[in-house]
C-alpha cells in the first residue's frame, strides 16, 4: 500500500468511527483460499473502532455434507424445507465455520465470541408445504450484541435460531444481517460472496439507488448472476428499512473489503438508500481537488489548461459533485451576462467513476441553474466529447457567430478549433 493510499481512507476514519458494519459471509467464501486475508481486513476494521458483527452462511457445507454421507439435503440455504438431517448437517456446518472464524479471528488478535442473539419460530407452512425446522426470524436480542461489542468483542452469528424452548431452527444468513442490521442502526450491510456483484445484461453496476433497484427487479431485465438475485432482494430490503449503504463485494478477491469501504469507486456493487452523491458550490480550498480532477484530461487535450490562479479567479463558477464527501466530478457555469449566454466548462468526470451517469447529473444541474437564471441559451467548446454533449446533453453543432462577442476573440485566439456545441433553452 502506497503512503498516498493512506492519506486517501482518512476521510473514511471519522465517519466510520464507533458504527456498526454487519457483514455477511457465504459459506463459499470460507472454504477459499482469500478467506484468512479477509478476516486481516476484519482486523483492520476493528483496529479503526468500527464495531463488526460478522454474519456467515453454510450453504457450501451442508452441500459438501450432503455428498459425503449420502443423504440429500432438503435445502442449502435455510429458506426451504428443513428435516431432521439436513438440521444435523446444517448445525454441523454452521458449527464449523463459526469455529474456523474465531480461531482465524484469534489469531488476527481479534476478541470474538459467538452469539446466541437470534430468536425464532417455526417458519411453518408456506403455500401449503411444512418447512418443518426452518426457523422465521422474531427478534435480535440487541441488549446481547451491544454489550459485546461495548467490550471491543465482535458477535459471530452463524445462521441458527432458537425458540423460547432452546430448540434449534435453520435462519437464512441474508436475512439475519438485515434484521441485526436493522436493530443495531448499522452503517452498512457488506455481502461478501463468490461473485463480484450485480450485472444487467452482461455489463457491470457499480452502484444504483434501490429506488432504481426495486424498478429492475419488477422489470423484465434480468440480473446476474442469478444465484446472486437473493442478495438483490435483500439489499432493496434492508435499503427500504433505514440501512444506508448495502454492498455486494466477491470476498474471494484479495484486500476487497478494505477497497470498497475505503476507496471511492469500491470493488462491488453499491446499493443506496439515499441520494449519497451531492453537488455542491466550489470553494478556494477546492482548487486542489479541481486540478486533480482534469489533470489527465488536460495532459490527453481533452479540456484546455488551466493554471491555479484561473482556478482561482473562477471559482464562483465551479460546481463539484461529491460520493460520500470525496469530490469526483466537477463543472463551470460561465455566464456572459449582456448575450444571456452560460457556457459549460471543465465538465469532468474521474476514471473509476465513468459512464455512471454522473456527468448527465452535472448537466442536468446546469441546465436547472441556468433556467433559474434566465439565461437564453449554453454553449461549450469541445475538441473531443462533442458528441457526448450532442447525444446525452441534447446539444448541437453551432457556428462562431453564436458565441458572446469575448468568447469569439478568445475562441480565434486559441488557435484549437474546437467543435462549437449550442443548446437553447
Known sequence: MKPTDLRGILQYIPLFRNRPFVISLDGSVLDHKNFGNVLLDIAVLRSLNIK??????????????SKKSGVSATDLWGSGKTDEATLEMAIQAANLNTHRILAGLTACGVHAAQSNAIRANPAGLIKSLDLLNTGKIHRIESVCLNSMLDQGITPVMPPLGFNAEGNTLRVNSDNVAIRVAEKLNAEKIVFMTASNGLYRRQEFIRELSVEEL????????????????????CAAEACRSGIPRVHIINGCIDEALLTEIYSNEGIGTLIYSDEYQQIRKAELKDTNS?????????????????ERLDIEKQIDCFHLIEIDGNPVGCVALIIYEEEQIGEVACLYVDAPHANQGIGQKLLGFINRTSKERGLKRLMALSTQAFSYFENKGGFRQGEQEELPKDKREQYVRSGRNSRIMIKDL
Open 52 to 65: 463488526v458483527i460478522l454474519v456467515h452462511g453454510a450453504a457450501a457445507q451442508i452441500s459438501q455434507l
Open 214 to 233: 426495486n424498478e429492475l427487479l419488477d422489470s423484465e431485465v434480468e440480473l446476474e448472476p442469478k444465484g446472486i438475485l437473493s442478495k438483490a432482494r
Open 290 to 306: 479541481i486540478l486533480r480532477l482534469i489533470r489527465n484530461s488536460v495532459e490527453n487535450e481533452e479540456l484546455i489548461s488551466r
